[in-house]
């Protein structure tokens, strides 16, 4: 298992597990999940729809932006949301911590940053951090834009605090908002012209890679401490926790490395490959991850879990 004894068994005191050995306990027969309209969060929640399946459970997706999803996750109208990524969502969690109705399982996926982006070939020719966006050769390069995503979400909000606080002397500049692939076609047209473009980047992510992405220094922290290095985090529904213990166990050992997740968002977000094949092709290539998510997980009737799995495959 990739979590810790200690971790687990944590986690796992939230729940009344009285289930034996042969018998599963949970109540739920379908699982509904937060999935705002990112490539890592589809891909990983089609991978774990299609462990469900054979497992007994169905699932329903919920398009939401993540300060919604906090939300419903809160009065229960969510179970479980696949990418609590902190500190970018880092009010909207706390409110859901502090009110006592949410559960963190901790990160599904490991080596996550976060921050004022750049291509490599400006990152080459001397920008390397967020202090430098606005010298006033840059700023001109770059035409005073910034591109980001989802305007009202908690990383929209980020990037507004700086050009409201003229951090980086970015208060004269155009916050340009817009969908994930929206911005990304914008960065994709600069890219491709070499033109100078900064936008809010992350990793794990297609866009690493697909434009040597270089993640700019932020003394200030304006996207978290530590340099944007962020957790990805599975967040579920208390009272969906307390009643399902089983599905808590996959949820905590469903952990992936960033490496892992860049590579499906990769055929899913920019090869564009069917979301079901790309997740099934993963499942079948990835037999030892499997194997641990599902350690000690049944199906609804008390079956292994493994065993089921693997045959729908």
């Not at 809160?74 to 969502?89: C, K, N, R």
């Amino acid at each position: 298992m990739r979590r810790t004894t200690t971790r687990l068994m944590a986690a796992l005191a939230l729940l009344p597990l009285v289930a034996h050995a042969n018998a599963a306990t949970d109540e739920a027969t379908q699982v509904s999940f937060v999935a705002p309209p990112w490539p890592g969060v589809t891909v990983k929640t089609e991978i774990m729809a299609q462990i469900l399946a054979p497992l007994g459970y169905t699932n329903e997706r919920q398009e939401l932006s993540s300060t919604v999803g906090y939300k419903t996750l809160q009065t229960g109208d969510s179970d479980v949301f696949l990418a609590g990524w902190l500190p970018a969502q880092q009010d909207s969690f706390d409110a859901a911590m502090d009110d006592g109705t949410i559960v963190d399982l901790g990160n599904n996926v490991t080596g996550a940053r976060m921050g004022f982006a750049v291509p490599g070939y400006v990152y080459d020719a001397g920008v390397t951090s967020a202090e430098q966006l606005d010298d006033p050769e840059n700023r001109e390069r770059f035409d005073g834009r910034y591109y980001s995503i989802e305007s009202g979400s908690t990383v929209s909000d980020f990037i507004n605090d700086a050009k409201r606080n003229d951090t980086y002397g970015l208060g004269d500049w155009e916050m340009l908002e817009s969908s994930t692939p929206g911005m990304l076609s914008a960065v994709r047209s600069a890219y491709d012209e070499k033109r100078w473009v900064a936008f809010y980047g992350w990793t794990p992510h297609w866009m690493v890679p697909e434009f040597d992405m270089h993640i700019l220094d932020d003394p200030e922290g304006i996207y978290g401490e530590n340099q944007g290095r962020s957790d990805v985090r599975t967040i579920v529904a208390k009272s969906f926790s307390e009643a399902n213990p089983n599905l808590m166990r996959l949820l905590d050992q469903f952990v992936l490395t960033a490496e892992q997740q860049s590579d499906f968002i990769r055929e899913y977000g920019l090869e564009e490959r069917e979301l079901e094949t790309v997740a099934h092709e993963w499942l079948q290539n990835h037999p030892d991850e499997l194997a641990e998510f599902l350690e000690g997980v049944t199906t609804r009737d008390g079956e292994p879990g493994l065993e089921a799995v693997k045959a729908s495959l």
